[in-house]
T-cell receptor
Framework: DAGVTQSPTHLIKTRGQHVTLRCSPISGHKSVSWYQQVLGQGPQFIFQYYEKEERGRGNFPDRFSARQFPNYSSELNVNALLLGDSALYLC?????????????FGNGTRLTVT | QQQVKQSPQSLIVQKGGISIINCAYENTAFDYFPWYQQFPGKGPALLIAIRPDVSEKKEGRFTISFNKSAKQFSLHIMDSQPGDSATYFCAARAPKAAGNKLTFGGGTRVLVKP
């Protein structure tokens, strides 16, 4: 079975640019969450989407946005990139939106902002 | 504001030894406590999880101990093997919170020496 797939795996952008990260959940999973993991730290929650609706938002600026498509895949968009946005961006999927649904993470997209 | 504090930041254990990682939380609304294992270049993988109505849960060589009154929980890795060398994250989730958002600890890098 295919796990959570993310693309691209690595990305280098310049400060001020825009970036789009993509995620395909495990087949049958309807919920997608995004996390930011800065080097040496634990992942931090950015967004959760379930059935194309935003179900949760973490403490991130409005430069961060996301959406979920009818096939349950998702995109994370970050505008006006800052050096501090350099991190591993993780996508996780789960069957449902409740706390009874374990999260399954992809291998992430490594974003470097120069 | 760090709601889940994890210690130690790193530990070295001999093959066959016991690795112990501790976490403390502040939010008494948390009611699901998973542990994730992360290898370099990979996303976190769910290892084992516990709910606060249980004081201990064991799966193979991995055991979670939970102390609700102290708001602490720990992961014990018995008979540690070199393949266990990874970064371990504790996490917590609250019901009725933002979807199924996880709050992670800062991580513990475990090195098992042969």
């Amino acid at each position: 079975d295919a796990g959570v797939t993310q693309s691209p795996t690595h990305l280098i952008k310049t400060r001020g640019q825009h970036v789009t990260l993509r995620c395909s959940p495990i087949s049958g999973h309807k919920s997608v969450s995004w996390y930011q993991q800065v080097l040496g730290q634990g992942p931090q929650f950015i967004f959760q989407y379930y059935e194309k609706e935003e179900r949760g938002r973490g403490n991130f600026p409005d430069r961060f946005s996301a959406r979920q498509f009818p096939n349950y895949s998702s995109e994370l968009n970050v505008n006006a990139l800052l050096l501090g946005d350099s991190a591993l961006y993780l996508c996780a999927s789960s069957l449902g939106s409740s706390y009874n649904s374990p999260l399954h993470f992809g291998n992430g997209t490594r974003l470097t902002v120069t | 504001q760090q709601q889940v504090k994890q210690s130690p930041q790193s530990l070295i254990v001999q093959k066959g030894g016991i690795s112990i990682i501790n976490c403390a939380y502040e939010n008494t609304a948390f009611d699901y406590f998973p542990w994730y294992q992360q290898f370099p270049g990979k996303g976190p993988a769910l290892l084992i999880a516990i709910r606060p109505d249980v004081s201990e849960k064991k799966e193979g060589r991995f055991t979670i101990s939970f102390n609700k009154s102290a708001k602490q929980f720990s992961l014990h890795i018995m008979d540690s093997q070199p393949g266990d060398s990874a970064t371990y994250f504790c996490a917590a989730r609250a019901p009725k919170a933002a979807g199924n958002k996880l709050t992670f600890g800062g991580g513990t890098r475990v090195l098992v020496k042969p």
